[in-house]
């Protein structure tokens, strides 16, 4: 009988194999799942006594599976949620360097007008002192009390030279402090001509004629340029009284 079977003759089949093969018999009587005081004392178990430890084991197992989806499940979440914070700070990352190279384009821009109107103010700083040149060499007080007649006379006489028409000055003045003794070293005389033409006459002149030194000093001159324009120049712009 389908009852009286034995475990020990389907012992080496597994549990599924066994509950497929009850599905089979399903027609036919079904075993008691409780053990019979015979059966139990023949030491007979049924199949759905070998099936409820596995079935229990498996239920366990699959509650420990449903902790771990649960902690997993959480897990992800925390990860979604700090994923979203980074594409967040992202976000706010772009549109701050979107600020900052608006930001970069504005300062180079402005740079390059910085530039231009550097260039610019060089430019009318030259144009402002192109009637100037400067002399050293002069001992103190040899201008005496006119500035501006001492050069008108002095020049001719240095460079050997008749200026027509003769030389006009508007104004020339020593830099810096009055020295009261006559053999300290002599300060820079800056003079401003009336006319250009005689400015460039003057550095003609004193690049044609030969060195003059007056009480042990050389007579230099140079046209009076910004300082961005001398730094360009160089040398250039210096004349030695020859």
């Not at 430890?53 to 449903?66: F, K, Q, Y």
Request: proline share 6%; with cysteine; charged share 25%.
């Amino acid at each position: 009988m389908p009852g009286g079977r034995s475990a020990t003759k389907h012992s080496s089949k597994p549990a599924w194999q066994l509950l497929f093969s009850e599905a089979l018999h399903l027609t036919k009587p079904t075993p008691s799942p409780v053990q019979s005081p015979e059966m139990a004392g023949t030491g007979k178990v049924t199949t759905m006594d070998r099936i409820l430890p596995e079935i229990t084991a498996v239920s366990r197992w699959l509650e420990g599976m449903d902790l771990a989806i649960t902690s997993l499940t959480s897990e992800t979440k925390s990860i979604c949620l700090d994923i979203a914070g980074f594409q967040s700070r992202v976000t706010r990352l772009e549109h701050r360097m979107v600020t900052v190279e608006d930001h970069m384009h504005t300062v180079l821009d402005k740079d390059q007008e910085l530039g231009f109107l550097h260039s610019k103010l060089i430019d009318l700083e030259d144009r402002s002192q192109r009637d100037n040149i400067h002399l050293f060499g002069f001992l103190e007080q040899a201008e005496g009390a006119d500035t501006p007649s001492f050069l008108r006379t002095v020049f001719p006489e240095l460079t050997e030279t008749v200026f027509d028409p003769p030389l006009e000055f508007q104004k020339a003045h020593c830099l810096g402090p009055r020295r009261n003794d006559s053999s300290s070293k002599p300060r820079l005389i800056i003079a401003c001509l009336l006319r250009h033409e005689q400015v460039c006459q003057l550095l003609t002149v004193a690049r044609a004629c030969g060195p003059i030194k007056t009480n042990g000093y050389e007579i230099c001159m140079m046209a009076d340029f910004s300082r961005d324009s001398n730094e360009c120049r160089g040398d250039s712009c210096h004349f030695a009284l020859k």
